[in-house]
């Protein structure tokens, strides 16, 4: 039987994709200053093999010019250009990507910092103009062609002039409808800082016009419009920086560029990973909680890069919810993007990026917490919280990962300590790790349940958080030893029964007094050797405790 090709409407098919694959009009900029860089890459690339070629960095750049008069938006850039027959099949064609092609053909060479994969970025230009003209002249070639196109109604090339070789893409901004304003495509400070959103790590400088008000000459007062070219791009990202010539000035700066944060961070993370998978990253530990952190409005994430590209302003699948508090951004070229390239294609390499980061910011605080002692706990202040959430909701290794994290109060020296040093200093007969809970280390003082504890010379844990004794629970036990509130029924210390027989009948006429008296409110009412200053106490004997049923009866349900 015959074979056929299908055939497609591309009009609607075009018509579809520029206005399915895109959620946002603005990235138009971005793909095509992506096409722009991959253009002067290609020279790059091509002269590393071609001895004829030199690659001057300083000659190649990308200018955005904008016109408001004319409705025009102009990219140029000193690529490599395109042939007639090059634009016939590149911008001709749907789908197809030169950049791909040309990945392939220099696979040998370290060519893979290319942007472009999918050959339809290139179309997103049609969101916001009615009408395309690229004109470009191929390396090598001293003819330039000119190709036009409406969007829907198909495409023409023709021969024309360009001095240099190169490309330049005018867009025909479109009108502004009721809906739809398009405008803000004109406005350069729109301009600029959609540039400085998505393409502030190009490689190369990315240059507009800018008008500035100057002193007029021969006048101390006056000022007069002057129009300077200014590189909008920072090109160099400072995570592709060499740690040894960072200081902490230069990531805070960062910090605070980024929006992170209005705090100075208490630390810096900056990675530099090659191996299974391979990303660049810079991270931060807030110092002050975001106003919001607690609540669901909160969303955790890190910015998320291509090469250099911004892809996700907050991709949270980066982040496990225990570390939902660090800020920062990942660059990684070995990721599978889709056609949008506003999502990940797979996240099998995600996956594994983000395990590695979790380790490493465990091993920071753990490194915080052994050798800066001070400021992890003022980070703890904040984030604490964060990490108990994390031993009460995660599994196996992770929570034994988070559990040597935690701080409490405890009633030595009023000091924040952690299970370890607790259970280094247990004194031999000691057989459980002993804790209280309260709203405030104030009221767990004067529980009557402790006096017995520290009577003991025991150390006490004071939960003054409603996660604590959750997060405990989950635990179960710390280096062997069990977790025990001071109002549960059996302390494990050691009491001699002097009461004599006579006393007990005594007392048990009044217990049953006070427990009929008390009934429903309490399950048994009897005599208690643990009691010192105090004439009575309440107690548990199952496994939820006093405060725990508190907070268990106030949660909705
Ligand atoms: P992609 O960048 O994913 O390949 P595009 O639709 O953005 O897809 O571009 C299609 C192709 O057109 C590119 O692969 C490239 O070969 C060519 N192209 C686009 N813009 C330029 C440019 N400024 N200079 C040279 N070639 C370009
Ligand atoms: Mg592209």
Sequence with gaps: MEKKQFKAESKRLLEMMINSIYTQKEIFLRELISNASDAIDKIYYKALTDSTLVFDKDSYSIKVTADKEHRTLTIRDTGIGMTAEELENNLGVIAKSGSLAFKKEHASQDGHDLIGQFGVGFYSAFMVADEVTVTSRALGSTQAYKWESTGTEGYSIEPCEKADVGTEITLK?????????????????????????????????????????????????????????????????????????????????????????????????????????????????????????????????????????????????????HFSFVKGMVDSESLSLNISREMLQHDRQLKL?????????????????????????????????QLKYGVYHEFGAQKEALQDLLLFHSSQEGQLVTLDEYVSRMPEDQKYIYYATGESIERIEKLPQTELVTDKGYELLYFTDDIDEFAIKMLMTYKDKEFKNVSSGDLGIETQENQTDQEKQENQEL????????????????????????????????????????ILSAMPN
Excluded at 181 to 196: A, C, T
Excluded at 358 to 384: C, H, N, P, V
Excluded at 523 to 546: F, M, W, Y
Aim: glycine share 4%; charged share 30%.
């Design 173 to 321: 901004i479109k009108e502004n409808t009721e809906d739809e304003s398009y405008d803000e495509f004109l406005e350069p400070y729109r301009l600029k800082s959609i540039i400085k959103k998505y393409s502030d790590f190009i490689r190369y400088p990315i240059n507009m016009d800018v008008t500035t008000n100057r002193p007029k000459e021969g006048s101390e007062t006056e000022l007069e419009p002057h129009q300077e070219e200014q590189t909008i791009n920072s090109m160099v990202p400072i995570w592709r920086k060499n740690k040894n010539e960072l200081t902490a000035e230069d990531y805070e700066k960062f910090y605070a560029e980024k929006h992170y944060g209005f705090d100075k961070p208490i630390k810096h993370l900056h990675l530099s990973v090659e191996g299974a998978v391979t990303y660049q990253a810079i991270l931060f530990i807030p110092e002050t909680i975001p106003f919001d952190y607690y609540s669901k409005e909160f969303e955790k994430g890190l910015e998320l890069y291509a090469n250099g590209v911004l892809i996700m302003e907050k991709c949270s699948d980066l982040l496990p919810d």
């Design 353 to 385: 990026i983000a395990k590695n980061i979790a380790g490493k910011i465990k091993s920071q605080l753990q490194s915080l917490l052994k050798d800066e002692r001070e400021k992890y706990e003022k980070f703890y202040t904040s984030f604490g919280r």
């Design 511 to 550: 217990f049953d007094y006070m427990k009929a008296q008390l009934a429903g409110k309490v399950s048994n009412v009897r005599a208690s050797q643990r009691l010192k200053k105090h004439p009575v106490c309440l107690s548990t004997d199952g496994e939820v405790t006093i405060e725990m049923e508190k």
